[in-house]
């Protein structure tokens, strides 16, 4: 592996890991504040510290730039507030893996093929064996971490649309700021000094995964970012493990491993099915990303990157939590 696809990789870790540090850390301050409240907290968070990294000129956007940034926010606000609403009613390990099956979705929705169906009959039998359904499941925190799947899904695909037509992480700042914007009346209301300390640390540590996907797909080939995806629901568990004292059951644990298997197996399918293309996604500058200078001078959105023949594309996973 090339160097710079083992500094990718050491990225997507490292995202993965604040990822879920961040969802345990917001979840310490939901007594004081409420999952509304930590993620009105995170977003500002996340707002004030890409917009001076990013310093995006709002006014040269095109309406082909502005609408995926403007769906984007509404994923990142409906998005953080189920991921969160769902972790305080049936833990952070149990929430992320549902949440997981958002981008298993996109992948399984890419190939039609009889290993597919196999893999979406597995994804199923994994998640009745997590849940176990029965009259003592909370299905409204089942309900918000499949909210949250779907959110993600919606992600995956806007991102690559984001991370196309505009360079750098200018997408992501604004979309940030206009979901912060969303939950700035939520924000007027709190006071609570601790419990903010613990909501800003979940801000910085997802604005930093929210920037290190964007260039981790710089550098690592999609289906390797997509590999990734099952390490969430493993580092989620042991988060809530030994930050929020949330111990899992022997069937949780075992439909944790059913889906983090199908995950794997599929994108190693897909490897394997590729041909030994290694297609990484383009960086902002290139011709199928659009330079700053074109997009400066207002030109018309580029076509999003291709894959080489007999490769798939993928898009980044988010890290929400």
Known sequence: MKSSQLTGVATMLGSATGNQVGAAAGAHAFDALGPAGVV?????????????????????????????????????AVMNLSLYEAVDRIGLGLAVTLEVLGPLTVA?????????????????????????????????????????????????????????????????????????????????????????????????????????????????????????????????ALAGLVLLGQELRGHEWAGIAVVIGVLAANNLRRRSGAGGSHTTAKPAGSPSGGSRASWRRGSRTPSAPTATAGSRTAAAPRSCG
């Open 108 to 236: 399984l929705l890419g190939s039609r093929t009889r290993f597919d169906l196999l893999c979406a009959l597995a994804a199923a039998a994994g998640v009745y064996v997590l849940v176990l359904p029965g009259p003592a499941s909370d299905y409204p925190g089942i309900a918000c971490a499949l909210l949250a799947a779907g959110c993600w899904a919606a992600y995956i695909l806007l991102n690559r649309v984001v991370g196309a037509r505009l360079p750098g992480v200018e997408g992501l700042a604004v979309a940030t700021s206009v979901s912060a914007l969303g939950y700035l009346p939520v924000a007027l209301t709190l006071s609570l000094e601790t419990a903010l300390g613990y909501a800003a640390v979940a801000g910085v540590l997802s604005a930093v995964p929210y920037a290190a996907d964007l260039i981790a797909l710089r550098t690592v080939p999609p289906r390797v970012f997509g590999m990734f995806m099952s390490v969430h629901p493993v580092l989620a």
């Open 40 to 76: 009105a907290v995170r977003q500002l968070v996340a707002a004030a510290l890409l917009l001076p990294v990013a310093r995006p000129d709002v006014r040269r956007f095109t309406w082909p730039q502005w609408w995926p940034v403007l769906c984007l926010a509404g994923v990142f």
